[in-house]
């Protein structure tokens, strides 16, 4: 999953930013220790392959890709809960240094933007969030054009987690649900 999620969110690097749904919190952090090695693997590929380009149209367009893929920033969002430090680490996740970013948001300047107004930014690097429960219901991000489930949904919660992708938006005029 990881490694399709990985080539299919870096062929729609252009279309907006992505929600990945995993299962529960403890999937959410092995799927990001998963998708960083190969997001870096693609990054490489994609710079590699601007460089041998002959066509300078094409060869401007990779470059901007493989800039899009290294300025990414990709951040697990989920609810704090109690003794999650233990519970990631015996799973091989260092769940430390995301929870310091969800509560302190990203530096721009001199001030700070939180998580939210970030993802909701579309000009803002943080496009790709990987969740399990936050976000799916009430949370919208015009700017978020494909959603990739990964966790069996029903009835409300389903309808609206796809809603989360179906907004409109300058140059959008639809979401893209991605069921694994």
Known sequence: IAADFVEHCSARWESGKSLLVCIDKITCGRMYHRIIPLWLTKAKAVKAEAAAEQNSDKRQKLEAKAKWLDDTIIEIIISEGQNE??????????????RVRMKQGFEVGNSRVDVESAFKDPQHPFRIGIVCAMWLTGFDVECLS??????????????QAIARANRRYPGKDFGLIVDY
């Open 146 to 159: 494909t959603l990739y489930i990964d966790k069996p949904m029903k009835a409300h919660t389903l309808m």
């Open 85 to 98: 430090v233990a519970d990631f680490q015996k799973w091989g996740v260092d769940i430390i240094p995301h």
